[in-house]
């Protein structure tokens, strides 16, 4: 085959013609899903349509083909750096007939590449209003490559392979193959079949495009592994290995673990082997295996995990305890890589042994007895060993004792000697006191000598004695015990009671070792204290009221201190003398009040009452009570206080009393009725003492509880509808507050006056509708309604309600509010009454007879709310013949001729049209073929209806003689009717779609034979020949009004009229 030849199979449709419009305007391609192969050349052709809305006068039309942009900014592929190298546009010319225009349009492609697989869309635009359109969604262009398929038909041969050459175009007819095995054409075919060696690799290619052959295939090339991340291998690090071979198809991959007997176990599939968190077992070599269809290939890679010491362990030989002077060896170990260099520990503290290990002590000492251990240290980490004790015995050193508590012994306190000695194994303890003069008396067994309460006599000598199964020591320690002071006395002088103005002294003593110092303290009140003297005398050289109190001796020591408290009482005469009421200050009538008199003496003095300097009965008492005090109480008052060293009068206060307004009055100024608009005063006064202060609050629709304004008076200048409600004053003053509610009524005309309807938007006929106004006015409104301007004889009332509401109810409506003080209309709102079609009316033009070949159009109108869409049908056949208010036919013929009608329909409902019957009048020069025809048909007819009528009297007397015929249809009489079409003719707008059921019922179709004045018909001797009218019965057993719905169970009926 040539290439020209093979080009064909290069592209490949995969859809028939799509159909992309919107109303007039339409793009067809020739279809929806094009398959090419890389480095074809391909076509895409489309038709578009559109409106002759500009005719007798020239259509312009700019076309493009695009991929990039949108709808409103395409990129035109022939100005696409991407494109216009290898596309190329091409269009017919725009032909119009009658109102439609038409053009085709075809892009071709060059030198396919894969980035060219992409959605293709065709725009055109026109100088036509509006006359931009798209067609969506295009056409979409896949461009693949062939590819060879590999199979092994027999297990047993691992080598014999089939090759197929495969392409997901699936390209037409049967397109021949070259094949090519490392890169040399071996043979033709479909499929190959073959031997694989290593290093074989294949392609095939159509012939004549030897130079686009598909992809080569071969076996896995020697794999390559790499290590992430590079550089050596931390335990506990994330290392994955991935697996890479040049193979095609595809290899998988299958990662291996060689064991050390070079066995291997399966450790994972895929290109990578991860180890989340690698250990040092995993160290090891590891094989990758990458395999195809075609063959295989390993590789080999090795890990070593690096990690820091492991399970470090120190132990000594020999073990147990050890004798001083023998020799020791201490040996360190631990898992590491790389290995790990030792330090040695002795009782945590490093030894200078160097990093080498074991070390031997070749004569232990007592010294050399502690805790021993190594720590393991690597690049990678470091871990200490377990600890051992090394026990050197050996007999017990010198005793050594300690005091608990350290220093100085103070009597009393607990104290604790504590023996301890160097000794291998452990010394025990005993303790002597030393006795001069006499032998060591024994006191305790053990480490320690407790005094739980030590005394002076324990005072003395202690000795401690260590001693093991080697040997024993002792040492001496010395008890010195102190004690804190005693409780001290204090003495005073001169005796007796202590008058102010005289000289005192406070001496105080205590016994203590060593001896103590004395401190003075004055204690205040809540027992606080302040230093006063320091030494063991306190003088007052001038004794004064205010050194009365309690004074505090206290003795110290180191070993503590003691204290003694003693009282001091000074006689003295009144001092500040003064008076006070509770409540103080301004006394609110009513209210109970005490006054108070206080004076500083002793011992307490005795009190007389004054009021304006004059004395009051009310006794020697320090305070006096009103129970509910009156304004006669009103009065300057003082206290009088006497004792026997003195007396002395208080200050003077005066009591006044006060009280809390009273309830306020509020005059309005005018009065009357208030109109908005005017000026309103509002005037408040309260009888008080203090005087009040005024506060104006309103409670109304604009100000709710709102602070209006401080002052007697609450002016509105001028006074707003909105101010209308509750106006509270408040009268207060210190003592009180009242306040008094006035109501302010703004009477004004009509505001805001609006109209609207429930429910609102777009209402259907026969629903409830209820028009409300509403307006602002005081007093109440009363409303008109309107209709289209003009009054409506409606009740001032409001709302009104159309119960049924119907398409004459349809208009715009208002209302006007009225009251004394004005009148204001409302807004407009339009009452759209929707509807279902009413029953459309059908025109046909040209009226009158219409010849075949002459071009018809059937028109369609309904009265509708919102508009109708019209769908036009014709009897018995299942299609829609056009949607829209008109239907062309612009070369009729006699198979077109019929009943049609149409449908009215929108978002309400629907209604169908009376059928319009098309009769179509052949030409003339087929009229004497028609009357041959016809008088064929007429003597059939009566050749059959001869026979019928036969029958039936044969069947007649049959039935006389008790016989039963087979079948017997009587006919019956029944008009003549001109067009059996009309009698399926329904108005029903409720039954539209359902299907009307006749039984049994028999109609006529009539054959009206026509011609013309001037033709002759054969066999007439050349007169005219008139119309002949025959009839023919047809049994109709079903009529559906609506086409596409018969039952396929029930016997079709077929009837026409030709004339």
């Known amino acids: 085959m040539n290439r020209s030849a093979a080009r064909g199979f290069l592209a490949f449709l995969l859809s028939v013609p799509v159909l992309q419009g919107n109303g007039d305007w339409r793009v067809t391609y020739s279809s929806s899903n094009v ?42 592929l022939e100005h696409d750096t991407d494109y216009r190298v290898h596309v190329e546009s091409s269009c017919g010319e725009v032909r119009c007939t009658r109102s439609r225009c038409h053009g085709t349009c075809t892009l071709r492609i060059r030198d396919l590449r894969q980035s060219d697989s992409a959605v293709y869309k065709f725009s055109f635009t026109t100088n036509q209003p509006g006359g931009e359109y798209t067609g969506d969604p295009g056409v979409t262009l896949s461009v693949t490559d062939l590819q060879v398929k590999v199979s092994f038909p027999d297990p047993t041969n691992p080598t014999g392979a089939e090759l197929k050459c495969h392409s997901m175009c699936g390209l037409a007819g049967d397109p021949p193959y070259i094949w090519f095995r490392n890169g040399l054409n071996v043979r033709q075919g479909v499929k190959y079949r073959t031997y694989i060696q290593s290093g074989d690799s294949f392609s095939c290619a159509v012939e004549g495009y030897e130079h686009q052959h598909s992809p080569l295939v071969y076996a896995p090339k020697t794999p390559s592994v790499t290590v992430s991340p590079s550089g050596e291998i931390k335990e506990g690090s994330s290392v994955t290995l991935s697996c890479s071979s040049d193979a095609n198809p595809a290899a998988t991959y299958t990662w291996f673990k060689v064991n050390t007997d070079r066995s291997s176990r399966k450790m994972d599939k895929g290109p990578q082997l991860v180890f989340s968190y690698i250990v040092s077992s995993d160290s090891g070599q590891y094989r990758c295996e990458a395999q195809n269809t075609i063959g295989k290939r390993y590789v080999y890679n090795s890990i070593d995990v690096k990690y820091g010491p492991k399970r470090t362990s120190v132990y000594s030989s020999p073990s147990g305890e050890i004798e001083e002077g023998s020799s020791v060896t201490l040996s360190c170990s631990s898992d590491a890589n790389p290995a790990a260099e030792y330090t040695w520990f002795k009782n945590n503290q490093p030894l200078l042994w160097g990093p080498s290990q074991p070390h031997t002590l070749p004569s232990v000492r007592p010294e050399d007895r502690g805790t021993y251990r190594c720590h393991a240290e690597n690049k990678y980490g470091q871990l200490s060993s377990n600890s051992i004790f090394m026990d050197v015995q050996y007999a017990p050193m010198t005793p050594s004792v300690t005091v608990s508590p350290s220093g100085e012994i103070k009597e009393g306190s607990s104290v604790t000697l504590s023996c301890s000695s160097d000794a291998n194994p452990g010394a025990t303890y005993t303790w002597f006191k030393v006795i001069r003069g006499r032998s060591p008396r024994k006191m305790n067994q053990g480490p320690q000598l407790v005094f739980s309460y030590i005394m002076s006599s324990d005072s003395g000598r202690y000795r401690c004695e260590a001693q093991n199964t080697i040997g024993k020591r002792y040492v001496d320690n010395t008890i010195d015990v102190k004690y804190a ?55 007052f050289s001038y004794m004064v009221s205010s050194d009365s109190g309690q004074y505090r001796c206290e003795a110290t020591n180191k070993w503590g201190k003691e204290s003694v408290t003693y009282s001091i009482n000074v006689n003295y005469g009144p001092k500040h003398t003064s008076v006070y009421s509770s409540p103080s200050g301004e006394i609110k009538q009513g209210s109970s009040v005490t006054l108070s008199c206080s004076s500083d003496a002793k011992p307490v003095p005795e009190y007389t009452w004054f009021k304006d300097n004059q004395p009051l009965l009310w006794g020697p008492s320090q305070r006096h009570t009103f129970p509910s005090v009156r304004p006669e109480d009103r009065g300057t008052y003082r206290c009088h206080a006497k004792n026997q060293y003195g007396q002395l009068s208080s200050n003077s206060i005066i009591m006044d009393v006060q009280y809390a307004p009273k309830t306020p009055s509020v005059t309005v100024s005018p009065s009357g009725e208030i109109e908005e608009g005017s000026s309103v005063t509002l005037s408040c006064s309260s009888d008080a003492n203090p005087g009040a202060t005024y506060t104006w609050f309103s409670n109304t629709r604009a100000y709710p509880s709102r602070e209006m304004k401080e002052g007697q008076q609450l002016v509105f200048r001028p006074i707003l509808s909105s101010q209308s409600g509750q106006y509270r004053c408040e009268a207060t003053n210190k003592r009180g507050m009242k306040s008094f509610t006035y109501s302010i009524n703004v009477n004004y005309g009509p505001k805001r006056t609006s109209v609207y309807s429930s429910p609102s938007g777009e209402i259907k006929e026969g629903s409830s509708v209820t028009l409300s106004c509403s307006s602002d006015a005081n007093p109440a409104a009363v409303y008109t309604w309107f209709k289209n301007n003009q009054p409506l004889l409606w009740e001032p009332s409001q709302p009104h309600t159309f119960p049924s509401v119907r398409p004459e109810d349809r208009g715009t409506y208002l209302c006007h509010a009225e009251n004394k003080y004005g009148h204001l209309s409302s807004n407009s709102t339009f009452l759209n009454v929707t509807y279902a079609p009413k029953t459309p009316s059908v025109t046909v033009n040209p009226s009158g007879e219409i010849e075949e070949g002459s071009s018809v159009t059937l028109s369609c109108s309904s009265d509708a709310n919102p508009a109708a869409n019209y769908t036009w049908f014709k009897i018995h056949e299942d299609s829609v013949k056009e949607l829209g208010q008109n239907y062309t036919i ?8 019929g009943n049609y009608y149409c449908q009215a329909h929108n978002a309400i409902g629907h209604q169908n049209s009376t059928f319009l019957i098309i009769k179509v009048t052949p030409s003339s020069w087929t009229t004497t073929v028609a009357v041959t025809t016809i008088a064929v048909l007429l003597a059939t007819v009566l050749l059959l209806v001869f026979l019928w009528m036969r029958r039936k009297r044969a069947a007649s007397k049959t039935c006389g003689q008790g016989g039963r015929p087979d079948t017997v249809e009587e006919l ?37 034979t026509s011609v013309s004045e001037e033709q002759e018909v054969p066999g007439s001797g050349g007169q005219s020949v008139k119309t002949a009218v025959f009839y023919s019965l047809v049994n109709i057993q079903r009529v559906n009004a609506v086409p596409g719905e018969s039952d396929p169970a029930e016997t079709p009926e077929f009837y026409s009229t030709i004339k």
């Open 485 to 539: 002071p005693k409780t001290p006395s204090v003495t005073v002088s001169p005796s007796g009671e202590v008058e102010e103005g005289s000289s005192v002294t406070l001496s105080c003593s205590s016994d203590a070792n060593p001896a103590a110092t004395y401190t003075w303290f004055r204690v205040n009140r809540g027992h606080s204290s302040r230093k006063k003297n320091q030494g063991p005398q306190l003088v």
């Open 890 to 897: 612009t070369y009729i013929t006699s198979e077109l001729g």
């Open 972 to 1008: 019956l009489p029944v008009p003549v009717y001109d067009n059996v079409s009309a009698l399926t003719n329904r108005s029903d707008t409720a039954a539209q779609r359902e299907p009307i059921e006749e039984l049994d019922d028999h109609h006529y179709a009539s054959i009206d």
């Open 35 to 76: 398959c090419a192969l890389r480095g074809a050349t391909v076509a895409i052709s489309c038709t578009y349509e559109f409106p002759d809305n500009v005719q007798y006068h020239p259509n312009t039309v700019r076309t493009l083909w695009f991929t990039k942009g949108d709808t409103y900014q395409p990129v035109d």
